[in-house]
Each structure stands twice: as structure tokens, then as C-alpha cells.
């Protein structure tokens, strides 16, 4: 399995007996952060471990906000947010995830 080297980077500093992440958990930031360097987008955090062994990512564009957290089953914990209020949020695998992320963009940009 090909992992993203932000992510590689997390694996390669945290150590074996600190975080031992699922295949699943590592497909699913992986094609988050895919999604998110295709449509070049620009990034202003990068994941981190939380100390439920998942991985954070709180992402910011213009007036949007965005938290997702990549957990152990593959699912995806979400919270869109726009000028500070919240839009959506829930759980979902990332096939379903990405779709939906796409679709706020686009509604919340234009």
C-alpha cells in the first residue's frame, strides 16, 4: 500500500508503541489528503495523532472549516462549518465522505 508522505511522516515520528494505525485508517487520509491536493486546494494544517490512535485534520478555506478525523474502521468523523456556525457533520466511509465533501465546496464557494 502506497502512503502519502505526510502521513509517512507521522508513522515514521510516532514509533511502534505510540500508534499502530489500521490499513484502513491510512486508505482513508491518504485519499483525503489526495482529494484535497487535486483539486489544489491549500492546506493550512496537517494531520495529527489524537489520543484516541486516529488521525486529525482541521483544514481552513476562505470562511469554511473543516474537521476530519480518520478513524481505526475507515470512517471518516466530519464537521463542516461556514463564518463559524455549524453545517454538517457525521460519519462516513470515504467513497461516501469524498462525494459529500465535494458538494459542500461547491455549494459553500459559489
Known sequence: MLVHPEIEEILNNAGPEN????????R???????????I??????????????SLYLQ???EDLE?????????KILYT???GGLGKASGSSKIEEF??????FLLISIN
Request: charged share 25%; glycine share 8%.
Open 40 to 53: 489544489n486546494a491549500e492546506r493550512t494544517g496537517k494531520f495529527e495523532l489524537t489520543a484516541a490512535d
Open 66 to 74: 473543516f474537521h476530519f478525523e480518520c478513524l481505526g474502521n475507515g
Open 98 to 103: 469524498i462525494p459529500r465533501l465535494e458538494s
Open 19 to 26: 500508534f499502530i494505525p489500521t490499513q484502513h485508517m491510512l
Open 59 to 61: 483544514w481552513d478555506l
Open 28 to 38: 482513508s487520509a491518504g485519499k483525503l489528503l489526495n482529494y484535497i491536493d487535486d
Open 80 to 82: 463542516f462549518r461556514k
